[in-house]
């Protein structure tokens, strides 16, 4: 067990899958992430910067904003993003 490590809740993972994520936000009040990274930007957004190994789920997590968040990096999550917001116009 002691390989999974800094887990959220109900969710394990394994270290080595770790991938560093960067979003934007329009704008951003609250700490999601220990480790986070965040930088104000003139226009009010925000830049975060992160590590995961969740792309999927922070994919998802990036479209609950419903156009208030955007995915910057690494191009796996954007094209996670993009293929789900597809997905949504289809239905």
Do not use: C
Not at 20 to 43: A, C, Y
Not at 66 to 86: D, F, S, T
């Amino acid at each position: 067990m002691k390989r999974f490590i800094n887990s959220p809740p109900k969710l394990l993972y394994h270290k080595n899958d770790q991938r560093e994520i960067k979003m934007l936000f329009f704008p951003m009040e609250r700490t999601w992430h220990k480790g986070q990274k965040v930088s104000e930007n003139k226009d009010g957004s925000v830049y975060l910067s992160s590590e995961t190994n969740q792309l999927s789920q922070t994919a998802s997590w990036i479209l609950s904003f419903a156009g208030g968040a955007k995915a910057l990096n690494p191009p796996e999550l954007i094209a996670q993003v993009h293929e789900a917001a597809r997905r949504v116009l289809e239905n």
